[in-house]
T-cell receptor, first 108, second 115 residues
Framework: RKEVEQDPGPFNVPEGATVAFNCTYS??????FFWYRQDCRKEPKLLMS???SGNEDGRFTAQLNRASQYISLLIRDSKLSDSATYLC?????????FGDGTTLTVKP | DVKVTQSSRYLVKRTGEKVFLECVQD?????MFWYRQDPGLGLRLIYF???????EKGDIPEGYSVSREKKERFSLILESASTNQTSMYLC??????????????FGPGTRLLVL
């Protein structure tokens, strides 16, 4: 079993839709959590950190559930420019473990 | 803005060649990492370094070595390139070993093709 698991998708949604991704992790001692975005043939870039209390950045909301060991990313009012692969990242003891990514395609 | 640069965007080498991939960061970050990314396998950690002259093996170090002589520079070396090392190589740096906001910043990647 992988340390960090994501539904690979692809998720194909129309513009304006709300879409949610989940990511589960196996190490209960994990300390910090992030969502990265990776465009085709580009490097991953930090989208947002994930805090226990949940956090929002515009149309993006990230949540952490330590008891169930998962993090989520919610995108509201999807735009064409949101099309990308979204990677969850889990840090523990200084080591970062990346999920394989969930691919989102937003269509007109 | 953090800047992480990699020496080449695209590289074509022959089997058996020695290959050097260079990575430089300009933010005085202590930690640096080398990953490879392959379809269906995600990002896999090859080597990392917490500080100058320090290096530690990641999950897939076989066939690779690294060098960190200066804080800003982290080199990945393929001693004898093989076709199964054809991949996208990503370098990353990070500011702190243990901290709440320990995000990694990636370079643009090097697409290596080994023939």
């Amino acid at each position: 079993r992988k340390e960090v698991e994501q539904d690979p998708g692809p998720f194909n949604v129309p513009e304006g839709a709300t879409v949610a991704f989940n990511c589960t992790y196996s190490n209960s001692a994990s300390q910090s959590f992030f969502w990265y975005r990776q465009d085709c043939r580009k490097e991953p870039k930090l989208l947002m950190s994930v805090y226990s209390s949940g956090n929002e950045d515009g149309r993006f909301t990230a949540q952490l559930n330590r008891a169930s060991q998962y993090i989520s990313l919610l995108i509201r009012d999807s735009k064409l420019s949101d099309s990308a692969t979204y990677l969850c990242v889990v840090n523990s003891a200084g080591k970062s473990t990346f999920g394989d990514g969930t691919t989102l395609t937003v269509k007109p | 803005d953090v800047k992480v640069t990699q020496s080449s965007r695209y590289l074509v080498k022959r089997t058996g060649e020695k290959v050097f991939l260079e990575c430089v960061q300009d933010m005085d970050h202590e930690n640096m990492f080398w990953y490879r990314q392959d379809p269906g396998l995600g990002l896999r950690l090859i080597y990392f370094s917490y500080d100058v002259k320090m290096k530690e093996k990641g999950d897939i170090p076989e066939g690779y070595s690294v060098s960190r002589e200066k804080k800003e520079r982290f080199s990945l070396i393929l001693e004898s390139a093989s076709t199964n090392q054809t991949s996208m190589y990503l370098c990353a740096s990070r500011t702190a070993r243990v901290a709440r906001e320990e995000t990694q910043y990636f370079g643009p990647g090097t697409r290596l093709l080994v023939l």
